[in-house]
């Protein structure tokens, strides 16, 4: 059996999970995913539930997605930053790609 078949077969369901199989079939994942994937297996697949795997050591552990703690990507923007990104926004708004 491979990786992938127990992974599908005795994995919990989550969206971690459907990140782990697709690292395996070989698609490219972002970064979070790749995170994701990487406590997913980690975890035993979450075995023991969906739980904090309490490991402050691990780099991937401020982003892991049971910590209670866990880091959000929230940026804080100054006044500035903020119209700029909407004059960017409006600017880009109703471009389409050209196929």
């Not at 199989?21 to 070989?26: E, P, Q, V």
């Amino acid at each position: 059996m491979t990786r992938y078949e127990e992974v599908e077969k005795y994995g919990i369901g989550t969206k971690d999970k459907k990140y782990l199989l697709k690292h395996l079939s070989g698609d490219k994942l972002t970064p979070m995913q790749t995170i994701y994937a990487k406590c997913y297996e980690c975890m035993g697949c979450y075995a023991d539930g969906k739980i904090d795997c309490e490991i402050s050591d691990c780099p991937n552990y401020p982003f892991m997605p049971y910590n209670p703690n866990r880091r959000t990507n929230k940026r804080v923007l100054t006044k500035e930053q903020r119209k700029d990104l909407g004059v960017r926004f409006k600017k880009n708004v109703g471009v389409k790609s050209k196929e």
